[in-house]
Structures are given as structure tokens and as C-alpha cells.
């Protein structure tokens, strides 16, 4: 008879709970940053931005904030969305294994994707701001 255990790991199943999402997403906008990096300041730019794309904060997107490091499947969350944009959160954190850089419009079978640095870099390099402003046009304005 052996003296070792088998060692069972769960996997961990999507928990709504854990998961912070806000907003009705009316237009399917999914938008994601960590909140490590997402104070007073960085919420008045994002919802500067949202505006912008002429989308409304609370009616029109999704809302997500994960901690640094979190890692989940960005299919898995209980919504319906169309586009998301990430800020400062790396494809390999919402579970996809992509070629990337940032700034690119990626397109998959039903959805786009941007990936942004994130926000605080965002308002501390307005060039980088400047790049995330032409992509955003492109993908809601023309």
C-alpha cells in the first residue's frame, strides 16, 4: 500500500462573484484595465475616451477591473460583446495565446480586440494617447 495521496487541483470554474463586471455593455463594448492602476484620474480618462467614441459609460459597455496578475478567460464571462478594449492587461491574462502589439485592431471570428497600455501610461505620455485616439476612430467612428 502506498503512503501518497493523489493530489487533486480544482479547476476554477468562472465565478460572477469574483468578477467585477459593471454597466448594461447595450452596445457590446467590453472594456478591461487592472486595478492596480486605475484611480480617480484614469476613470475620468476612460470615461473621456468612451464619450468620445460617442458610447455612454453606464449603458453602453462593460465594464471590468482584475487585479495585476489575474488570469481569466475573457470567453468565459457571462456577456454578449462584440468589441473589447484592454488597458494595460496582457492577452496571455484573458486567456489568449496571440501574437500582439499594442495599438493593433485584432479581429477574431465574432469580436475585435485592442490592446492599450495602460490608462496612468496613457495620461502620463500623451503620445501614446494620441495612438489609442486613431484606433478608436477606426474601430467606432468610421
Known amino acids: 500500500m502506498s503512503n501518497h495521496k493523489n493530489t487533486v487541483y480544482p479547476i476554477p470554474e468562472f465565478d460572477s462573484l469574483t468578477i467585477n463586471l459593471i454597466g448594461d ?15 480617480q484620474d484614469e476613470e475620468m480618462t476612460l470615461k473621456k475616451l468612451i464619450s468620445a467614441i460617442k458610447y455612454d459609460f453606464d449603458k453602453d459597455i462593460f465594464f471590468l477591473k ?7 478567460s475573457v470567453g468565459t464571462l457571462p456577456v454578449q ?6 488597458f494595460g492587461v496582457l492577452p ?39 495612438q489609442l485616439w486613431v484606433k478608436l476612430q477606426q474601430m467606432f467612428l468610421q
Not at 25 to 39: A, M, P, Q
Not at 94 to 118: A, C, Q, T
Open 25 to 39: 455593455g447595450s452596445r457590446g463594448l467590453l472594456c478591461i484595465t487592472e486595478s492596480d492602476s486605475f484611480g
Open 81 to 86: 460583446y462584440k468589441d473589447v478594449i484592454a
Open 66 to 72: 482584475i487585479h495585476k496578475g489575474d488570469i481569466f
Open 92 to 130: 496571455e491574462q484573458l486567456g489568449l495565446n496571440i501574437d500582439y502589439k499594442w495599438y493593433e485592431i485584432l479581429k477574431f471570428d465574432h469580436s475585435r480586440m485592442l490592446l492599450s497600455e495602460s490608462i496612468k501610461d496613457l495620461n502620463t505620455f500623451p503620445q501614446k494617447k494620441q
